[in-house]
């Protein structure tokens, strides 16, 4: 069975540390030279990702799918909105994870990662002892498919937190239906072709919880990156501005909506759709007064898979711009270095 791999060094929890009255960074978290944060109520000029509307992508509204095309194409980045995802499942999982991020540092050990494994408690990407860390504690877990889940995270995860968390998969899973369907339409594809690649998909979720820093300046989030899967459904549990996305060469925030999810797309979404649609360079950014929770959902498809380019989007005009390659290889080789921008695709570039 190809099996998710990965591992990052086992590093202390910055909830933790950021609960100590300090005034100075510890120089392991400093990131000197990183672009500076832009607030977007500082610049009110900068432009703003596209909202799209689910509702309409479902009753075939061309502007709509049109719209939705644009954004896939131009920003790899757009705000949903009237998703219909019941209002409880969601504010059920904002109080869920907020909980669970506050409960004892005690506790939270019991979920911590450890060696060779990625799930759980701490940080990805950590590949070295030199390496800069980012000002975050994340949890992450595989939540399908089911043989994917650890037996000691999941299932002893307090309730109703774990049972919100199901449902709230799920509830993703059916929105990443919708959204791959009305691609397929968008890119004038045979009905199945790319959906057939999201049958029994796989997924995890990554919940960010960024402390506020005395030195916002001099630390990092989360490292400029793109993500590896396909589609990720990000939501921004608290309404803290963070986010910012890479377009032309500056760094655009995205303000947090309310009822709306944030939907990227991964570089599995590139290959497949022959660079046509892109995944786009994104960091969170950190602030001095307020934390920050955010839970990405990543999805992709099932890891005993080839992805490549596929044949409709291969043209005279635009031959394939991508190498085929096994999920669970593309994954695991990301899960393997440093975060760095938009690199790791290249390995599969032609
Ligand atoms: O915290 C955020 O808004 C971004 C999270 C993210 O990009 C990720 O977890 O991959
Ligand atoms: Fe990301």
Redesign the pocket.
């Given at each position: 069975m190809a099996m998710m791999k990965g591992t990052s060094l086992l590093v202390p929890s910055v909830q933790e540390l950021a609960k100590q009255a300090i005034t100075k960074v510890p120089e392991r978290y400093v990131h000197p030279n990183q672009d500076p944060i832009v607030a977007s109520n500082t610049n009110n000029s900068l432009p703003q990702v596209p909202v799209i509307d689910l509702s309409k992508l479902l009753s075939d509204d061309a502007t709509e799918l049109e719209n939705l095309d644009h954004a896939c194409r131009d920003w790899g980045f757009f705000q949903l909105i009237n998703h219909k995802v019941n209002p409880s499942i969601v504010e059920n999982m904002k109080i869920g994870v907020e909980q669970f991020f506050n409960l004892p540092i005690e506790e939270k050990k019991k979920f911590w990662q450890t060696p060779n494994d990625m799930q759980g408690f701490g940080q990805l990407f950590v590949v070295s002892d030199e390496q800069k860390l980012e000002w975050?504690d994340?949890f992450y877990i595989n939540t399908f498919p089911l043989y994917s889940r650890h037996p000691h995270l999941i299932p002893t995860i307090p309730l109703p937190f774990r049972d919100h968390l199901e449902t709230y998969c799920l509830e993703l899973k059916k929105i990443l239906v919708k959204i791959i369907g009305s691609m397929e339409k968008a890119l004038k594809m045979k009905t199945n072709e790319l959906l057939e690649f999201f049958e029994d998909p796989g997924q995890g979720l990554?919940m960010?919880y960024?402390p506020p820093c005395p030195q916002p300046e001099n630390v990092i989030?989360?490292n400029p990156?793109s993500?590896s899967g396909a589609l990720?459904i990000?939501l921004?549990v608290n309404e803290v501005e963070?986010?910012q996305i890479r377009k032309d060469g500056m760094w655009i925030p995205?303000k947090p909506l309310s009822n709306a999810f944030?939907i990227?797309i991964g570089d599995m979404l590139e290959i497949l759709t022959n660079g046509i649609y892109r995944s786009i360079e994104?960091?969170?950014t950190i602030n001095s007064k307020n934390e920050?929770?955010?839970i990405?959902t990543?999805h992709r498809p099932q890891m005993s898979r080839h992805i490549g380019p596929t044949p409709t989007l291969i043209t005279v005009e635009r031959p394939a711009l991508f190498k085929t390659i096994g999920v669970a290889d593309y994954l695991n080789g990301f899960m393997l270095r440093k975060l760095h921008g938009k690199s790791y695709i290249d390995v599969v570039k032609i």
């Open positions: 975050a994340m990554r960010n960024y989030g989360l990156h993500d990720t990000l921004q963070g986010l995205v944030v990227n994104h960091r969170a920050r929770i955010s990405a990543f």
